[in-house]
């Protein structure tokens, strides 16, 4: 077989109804691992879905338990040719958010799958569970069309927390690192950057999220009685917010600003455009970081976004001074920031302003990377997927959301290509979360593409590990 016919199969495979009842079985299972199934909930999803649809393909599968108390189990599932041979590694997640049933709309729920027109509704469909059903099917058509044999062997990494922030997953990858050795890492989350155009992204932004707390006082005070006199921490607070990020949205702390905006960077996203589809919101012109892009601003810079803000009763205000206030905040950033010092260097820039007694704490925390665009692997991978969907790929440093590629870019060492199957509005994490078909299908011929090419006598498998 050739591999016109393998793409092909793939597309006989979506259109008989395949794909449908494989992720209308993986929506149903209620895997919310931000505050809703437990450990063992979130167990079934990997033993008794994920297990009996590997093993018939040839994998060798083990669930290992969390060393985070609670937390969701990983699946490792090896498929060894011989060992002599190079290793692909993917990675995928289980795990949902929060379905927040009653807030969809009418006729729609978050673990029925529900088809109208393009548009397939339905808790995971993009974020993951849609993704790695589509990068597995390609999978199966490409064993299937060389008659068992990749070329290569394969080892499957999925996990059940990533939207609790993936808690356990560095323990695990360190602790199983020759379980996981591989050469090349491909797997599909994140959006594209537009639903026509096919993505490819080396890496992500980091994130930090990190809260600024002021207590003035351990009780309210009547503001007629002792307004005047009384410092109001909303109104601290506040001030001490516009001394990281000013009106127009620029960070103004040196120290959390990138050096520069490489050239091969800004090379890479010079045709990038942002937003324009029907769903998506309207550019603000002017906020950002001035001279930059919207794309350079997404994929090249950082960002402080205050996420919310509480002082007071807002729902019912009184009349009354508050105690406290507190606001939390976010960080994104590129490779080169020093994250791992925030709150050291945000506590010397506060002080430095008179917000000496606002209190600092830092949450989640995840790393930046970003692949090399002179890899071996991105050139190879950008040319598969254009023979693949006749499509140009818009190739992204890194991705402006986070990741956590930086378990296989930096503890395991591997070159990393993600290949995303959703859009910017398919409203994950939200009320209405769906897939697009043409999306859907398209991704199944450029997952195959890879899969086939990767056995072929083209791939850089002997660069990459020169390396």
């Not at 397939?120 to 099917?137: F, M």
């Not at 010079?270 to 001035?290: K, L």
């Not at 430095?352 to 600092?360: A, P």
């Not at 190879?380 to 930086?406: C, E, F, H, M, Y």
Request: proline share 7%.
């Amino acid at each position: 077989m050739q591999r016109s016919d393998c793409l092909e199969a793939t597309q006989t495979w979506f259109e008989a109804g395949h794909y449908f009842k494989t992720l209308q079985r993986r929506v149903a299972l209620r895997t919310e691992s931000d505050g809703g199934a437990t450990a063992d909930e979130l167990a079934v999803y990997l033993m008794e879905e994920m297990q009996p649809a590997l093993e018939p393909l040839g994998f060798v599968c083990q669930v290992l338990p969390n060393p985070v108390a609670g937390a969701g189990p990983f699946l490792v599932a090896r498929r060894i040719e011989d060992p002599a041979l190079p290793t692909l590694l993917s990675y995928g997640h289980g795990d949902v958010v929060s379905g927040q049933e009653g807030r969809w709309r009418e006729g729609l729920a978050p673990w029925d799958l529900t088809v109208e027109g393009e548009r397939w509704y339905g808790r995971g469909t993009a974020d993951n569970k849609g993704q790695h059903t589509i990068s597995l099917g390609a999978l199966e058509q490409v064993i299937a069309a060389r008659g068992g044999r990749l070329g290569y062997n394969f080892t499957l990494l999925l996990e059940m927390g990533e939207e609790a922030a993936s808690p356990g997953l560095h323990a695990v990858c360190e602790q199983y690192r020759e379980l996981l050795r591989a050469d090349l890492m491909i797997a599909c989350d994140g959006p594209r950057v537009h639903a026509e155009r096919p993505t490819l992204f080396l890496g992500s932004r980091g994130a930090v999220n990190f809260s600024l707390r002021l207590r003035a006082r351990d009780k309210a005070y009547h503001s007629g009685n002792w307004g005047g006199v009384l410092r109001n921490p909303a109104t601290v607070l506040a001030h001490a917010l516009t001394s990281l990020v000013d009106a127009r949205g620029r960070i103004l702390v040196d120290a959390l600003r990138p050096a520069e905006l490489p050239a091969a960077v800004r090379q890479a996203l010079a045709h990038v455009q942002i937003g324009g589809d029907t769903d998506d919101p309207a550019i603000d012109a002017g906020w950002g970081e001035p001279g930059l892009t919207p794309a350079e601003q997404l994929m090249g810079w950082n960002t402080i976004e205050i996420l919310a803000m509480e002082s007071g009763t807002p729902k019912r205000p009184i009349n009354a001074v508050p105690p406290d206030a507190v606001a939390f905040c976010q960080l994104r950033f590129v490779v080169g920031t020093p994250w791992q010092k925030l709150i050291e260097i945000v506590r010397a820039h506060l002080d430095t302003h008179g917000f000496n007694d606002i209190e600092l704490e830092t949450t989640l925390a995840g790393a930046a990377t970003r692949l090399d665009l002179g890899n071996p692997w991105v050139g190879w991978a950008q040319a598969s997927i254009l023979r693949s969907s006749g499509k140009v790929p818009v190739t992204l440093p890194n991705l402006a959301g986070s990741l956590p590629n930086d378990v296989f870019a930096d503890l395991l060492g591997l070159p990393t290509l993600w290949v995303p199957h959703s859009y910017p509005a398919c409203a994950q994490h939200a009320p209405n979360e769906h897939l697009l078909a043409p999306i859907a299908r398209e991704g199944l011929a450029i997952m195959a593409g890879l899969f086939w090419d990767l056995g072929e006598p083209g791939a850089p498998w002997a660069k990459t590990a020169a390396a």
